[in-house]
């Protein structure tokens, strides 16, 4: 598959040696939720438990920066991305949406 870029949160990657830095990578995602899930998440305050709509609505900002993570290290013709972390915080209004970063460092490999 030639557009298969290794991931890790490590900064090496077992049987390979990296070659080459190509430099920071990363996708960055804001999302609000749906209505739906905002409906479903502000019943779920009242009465208590996990909020599985919002849940949800941060693992697809999740998935979205990692594709972009992805997305930019192939247009850096990397092999690689070590070191991959995520960040999110509450942006707009109240905290009305989710920002969702993911990065790493893109690298060119070559197996040990």
Known sequence: MPDAVLTTTTLSIEGYRITEYKGLV?????????????????LKQ???????AYAEMCEQAREQAFE?????ARELHADAVV???Y???E???Q???TEVLCY???VRLQRA
């Open 87 to 89: 960040e999110s915080s």
């Open 68 to 72: 972009l993570l992805l997305q930019h």
């Open 26 to 42: 990363r996708g960055i995602v804001v999302r609000s939720p749906t209505i739906g899930q905002g409906f479903l998440g502000g």
């Open 95 to 97: 905290g009305s949406a």
């Open 104 to 106: 790493g460092t893109a």
């Open 46 to 52: 009242i009465v208590g438990g996990q909020l599985g």
């Open 83 to 85: 070191g991959i972390r």
């Open 91 to 93: 942006v707009g209004r």
